[in-house]
T-cell receptor, first 113, second 114 residues
Framework: GDSVTQMEGPVTLSEEAFLTINCTYTATGYPSLFWYVQYPGEGLQLLLKATKADDKGSNKGFEATYRKETTSFHLEKGSVQVSDSAVYFCALSDGTGFQKLVFGTGTRLLVSP | DVKVTQSSRYLVKRTGEKVFLECVQDMDHENMFWYRQDPGLGLRLIYF???????EKGDIPEGYSVSREKKERFSLILESASTNQTSMYLCASQRERHHQETQYFGPGTRLLVL
């Protein structure tokens, strides 16, 4: 079945450091790919998405490129801030069947001043 | 902006109690979902609904049921709560059934079953 694999956390960075959170997937069909973010005590919010191969999603300085050849959708940001501390979830929605969201286990990011 | 609200942020119940978790969305979305979130497991789908009075089992439906009598409201029911149902419960809605469509999440209900 479909699955999403994310790097284990927590990821600990200093402010202004470069961020990469790895995400790879397996899916049948042609999925859409998503990054959601969960700030402490809140629900999930969509951060960015890409719906076809080679698309780049971007928002709030974060970027991710849909790489079909490597089945990856890595999240990057050039300079993190303390306010970026949160849990980040990679997810896919397959283009077949019920088109449910399948989530990775989440990666916690901690940014220190 | 889409708004998804959940009836409680925190809930404490006793084993064997019947528990109702309510979710309401205000954007006339067709689809609604219930997930539970546990450390190290991510989000797992319990039930979802593509229309009023319609429901589909997700990946972990055992011990749960749902009700969707009105389009904007989707209820999750724990018929007889057990300690292994202690978790964070998240509701989501989606405009229509398409893989490109975003799901919008509520703030979550943290349930503790004693």
């Amino acid at each position: 079945g479909d699955s999403v694999t994310q790097m284990e956390g927590p990821v600990t960075l200093s402010e202004e450091a470069f961020l990469t959170i790895n995400c790879t997937y397996t899916a049948t069909g042609y999925p859409s790919l998503f990054w959601y973010v969960q700030y402490p005590g809140e629900g999930l919010q969509l951060l960015l998405k890409a719906t076809k191969a080679d698309d780049k999603g971007s928002n709030k300085g974060f970027e991710a490129t849909y790489r079909k050849e490597t089945t990856s959708f890595h999240l990057e940001k050039g300079s993190v801030q303390v306010s970026d501390s949160a849990v980040y979830f990679c997810a896919l929605s397959d283009g077949t069947g019920f088109q449910k969201l399948v989530f990775g286990t989440g990666t916690r990011l901690l940014v220190s001043p | 902006d889409v708004k998804v609200t959940q009836s409680s942020r925190y809930l404490v119940k006793r084993t064997g109690e019947k528990v109702f978790l309510e979710c309401v969305q205000d954007m006339d979305h067709e689809n609604m979902f219930w997930y539970r979130q546990d450390p190290g497991l991510g989000l797992r789908l319990i039930y979802f609904s593509y229309d009023v009075k319609m429901k589909e089992k997700g990946d972990i439906p055992e011990g749960y049921s749902v009700s969707r009598e009105k389009k904007e409201r989707f209820s999750l029911i724990l018929e007889s709560a057990s300690t292994n149902q202690t978790s964070m419960y998240l509701c989501a809605s989606q405009r229509e059934r398409h893989h490109q469509e975003t799901q919008y999440f509520g703030p979550g209900t943290r349930l503790l079953v004693l």
